[in-house]
């Protein structure tokens, strides 16, 4: 089975402070996603990857960045924390976009609280 | 821009009827659909997909429907559970170059009462 592993389950940081969220998965996968989880909106892309050192904007990448430095690794940044950011944050991979492997795999979440 | 939406935020259900969620999206391009479950404390897991070359689909006591003519999709669950209790999304891919990208529902809380 697929394993995507987020580093954090919870995280408690303060406004402004610079904060790391690691992603990694175990199956090769070339995709790999960003996705914030608020009640009522869903799930919103941040940012997406589809190989190592190459990034896309998602849907609200405002606030954020991304690293692949590792093709079983994404990480997203906050560069400056702000409470609005406060959210679960949810990663996610899948195989090469080819048409008969699509869905992506998550992990289970990092629920990180701006104070 | 276009996005996916419920009719419905919440169901209950009694334990062994049947559970249909439901779902609209808006965007004509959209040729795959693929239904979560996500549990308290957990990400979403994977159900069951469709393209829209597809009207119907059946998995393990889960079937998805989808009618591309009024642009609607629905996941019935057949002898709900209580394990089914989560909330369910639906999303959808638009295709072309969009490296898998999806697009997700707000999702339906599914309450399944013994």
């Known amino acids: 089975d697929v394993k995507v592993t987020q580093s954090s389950r919870y995280l408690v940081k303060r406004t402004g402070e610079k904060v790391f969220l690691e992603c990694v998965q175990d199956?090769?996968?070339?995709?790999m996603f960003w996705y914030r989880q608020d009640p009522g909106l869903g799930l919103r892309l941040i940012y997406f990857?589809?190989?190592?050192?190459?990034?896309e904007k998602g849907d609200i990448p405002e606030g954020y960045s991304v690293s692949r430095e590792k093709k079983e690794r994404f990480s997203l940044i906050l560069e400056s924390a702000s409470t609005n950011q406060t959210s679960m944050y949810l990663c996610?991979?899948?195989?090469?976009?080819?048409?008969?492997?699509?869905?992506?795999?998550f992990g289970s979440g990092t629920q990180l609280s701006v104070l | 821009g276009e996005s996916v939406g419920l009719h419905l935020p919440t169901l209950s259900v009694q334990e062994g009827d049947n559970s249909i969620i439901n779902c609209a999206y808006s965007?004509?391009?959209?040729?795959?659909f693929i239904w979560y479950k996500q549990e308290s404390g957990k990400g979403p897991q994977f159900i069951i997909d469709?393209?829209?070359?597809?009207d119907k689909r059946q998995g393990q006591r889960v079937t998805v429907l989808l009618n591309k003519t009024v642009k609607h999709l629905s996941l019935q669950i057949a002898a709900t559970q209580p394990g089914d209790s989560a909330v369910y999304f639906c999303?959808?891919?638009?295709?072309?170059?969009?490296?898998?990208?999806?697009?997700f529902g707000q999702g339906t809380i599914l309450t399944v009462h013994p």
């Open positions: 999303a959808e891919n638009a295709g072309g170059t969009s490296y898998g990208k999806l697009t």
């Open positions: 990857s589809y190989d190592v050192k190459m990034k």
């Open positions: 199956m090769d996968h070339e995709n």
């Open positions: 469709i393209r829209s070359n597809m």
């Open positions: 965007n004509s391009a959209s040729d795959y």
């Open positions: 996610a991979s899948s195989l090469l976009s080819s048409r008969t492997n699509e869905k992506l795999f």
